[in-house]
């Protein structure tokens, strides 16, 4: 019985691994409006119809002369929400419109009394951002859920690591669809490509008879054969 409690712990493990690297933390550097939008973006992926929630704290406190902008919108168009001026936790939750990459967009505009701070100088003014993405099952209150379906710990974490494998299955079908329509995709143009180079041969033959029969008329008729 040895062997399968292991070998449990560790596909936990990893599945738990995979879920915490989305947390990220850096320093957003101030800079005057009249300098036009600067961001920093984070693009992560994620498939369609999936519960996603974006929790961004951000240093710093309203009025201090830096206002903290954010945009979540995906690759193809569609915008998941605009919070201005985000000082302290900012949590953001939507579902997903469409297989695509979305970008978390941040920028930090100098305001009041720093509006003419000259960037490049020591001491930048900054805020620390420290953002976490939760996607799929990372996403769901498993506290609320053990609460509601009256579950012991073990039977939620069960619970949520068969969601993660069904997500990575799920993720693996997306990815061998693509592979399947790629591969169509080349073996149609291979096919075009062939068909053209055989229509090519046969126009530069015929034209290549053509003109043998045209010299050799030309030619008769002036006699010189």
């Not at 984070?42 to 929630?53: D, G, P, S």
Request: net charge neutral; charged share 25%; with cysteine.
């Amino acid at each position: 019985m040895a062997l399968p409690r292991a070998l449990l712990q560790y596909i936990c493990g990893i599945v738990l691994l995979i879920a915490s690297v989305n947390a990220l933390k850096f320093d957003l550097t101030a800079t005057p409006q009249r300098d036009g939008k600067k961001e920093r973006c984070i693009r992560n992926f994620v498939a369609k119809e999936t519960l996603v929630v974006v929790t961004a704290i951000v240093s710093g406190s309203k009025g201090d002369g830096q206002m903290v902008n954010m945009h979540i919108r995906d690759t193809v168009g569609n915008e998941y929400g605009r919070p201005r001026d985000v000082a302290g936790e900012q949590r953001t939750v939507f579902t997903s419109h469409a297989d695509a990459g979305f970008d978390v967009c941040f920028e930090n505009i100098l305001q009041g009394a720093l509006k003419d701070f000259k960037p490049g100088r020591a001491n930048n003014p900054t805020r620390h951002v420290e953002l976490d993405i939760d996607i799929g099952a990372d996403a769901k209150d498993w506290s609320a859920i053990q609460a509601t379906e009256k579950l012991r710990p073990v039977e939620t974490d069960l619970r949520r690591i068969e969601e993660m494998i069904q997500e990575i299955v799920n993720e693996m079908d997306y990815l061998r669809a693509r592979e399947q329509k790629l591969r169509d995709t080349n073996e149609s143009t291979n096919t075009r490509v062939k068909w053209f180079g055989i229509g090519t041969t046969t126009l530069l033959i015929a034209l290549w008879g053509w003109q043998i029969m045209y010299l050799r008329a030309y030619f008769r008729s002036k006699h010189l054969i």
